[in-house]
């Protein structure tokens, strides 16, 4: 089955400044890669996906690139703000026409923003 | 507000006994996951469900169950509960098929077993 890491576990940024979460996965056939945001005490939140045939995604501070060939995707944040401290997932999952099969989790990234 | 509502919010029972979780998808979604929350294990996929029938299986123990009702909505039964089994259920819900597949998470239900 699927299998994905990520790294790191936790990361520790000034306001202001970039974060960048990383994540690689096993399974050559997986074909949408989602990223959460989990905050205490709610459950995920999808911030932002990106699928096989497409290599970058923005949506204003947020950005994601994936590298089929390496089998790695990234999630970028830029100008963090205070809002942004949370938990933060990437999954991988292998879609087809007919449905889909559940998401497979990477481990969690702690993002802590420093005032 | 994802639209996903799972009830009740916070369970505690006691070993050996049975419990079952209950999930509303957004309206209009015809796919329901079950994901289990552990500090040590992480999220893990349990089963889906499409439109009332079992479409994927996940790391989920013989000792759970689950069905999807012709009104959509989800139940989870976890029976002979161990200490092991306290964790965070979340249910998701999604359109299903491949144009629309985001799946959207409720806030989950707090499983203590004692």
């Known amino acids: 089955g699927e299998n994905v890491e990520q790294h790191p576990s936790t990361l520790s940024v000034q306001e202001g400044d970039s974060a960048v979460i990383k994540c690689t996965y096993s399974?050559?056939?997986?074909?949408?890669f989602p990223w959460y945001k989990q905050e205490l005490g709610k459950g995920p939140q999808l911030i932002i996906d990106?699928?096989?045939?497409?290599g970058e995604k923005k949506d204003q501070r947020i950005a994601v690139t994936l590298n089929k060939t390496a089998k790695h995707f990234s999630l970028h944040i830029t100008e963090t703000q205070p809002e942004d401290s949370a938990v933060y997932f990437c999954?991988?999952?292998?879609?087809?026409?007919?449905?889909?099969?559940?998401?497979?989790f990477g481990k969690g990234t702690h993002l802590i923003i420093q005032p | 507000d994802s639209g996903v509502t799972q009830t009740p919010k916070h369970l505690i029972t006691a070993t050996g006994q049975r419990v079952t979780l209950r999930c509303s998808p957004r309206?209009?979604?015809?796919?329901v996951y079950w994901y289990q929350q552990s500090l040590d294990q992480g999220l893990q996929f349990l089963i889906q469900?499409?439109?009332?029938?079992?479409?994927a299986k996940g790391n989920i123990l013989e000792r759970f169950s689950a069905q999807q009702f012709p009104d959509l909505h989800s139940e989870l039964n976890l029976s002979s509960l161990e200490l092991g089994d306290s964790a965070l259920y979340f249910c998701a819900s999604s359109v299903g098929g491949f144009l629309n597949t985001e799946a959207f998470f409720g806030q989950g239900t707090r499983l203590t077993v004692v």
């Open positions: 990106i699928r096989s045939n497409v």
């Open positions: 469900y499409y439109n009332g029938e079992e479409r």
């Open positions: 399974d050559s056939a997986s074909n949408y």
């Open positions: 999954a991988a999952a292998m879609y087809s026409g007919g449905g889909a099969d559940g998401l497979t």
């Open positions: 309206s209009g979604d015809l796919s």
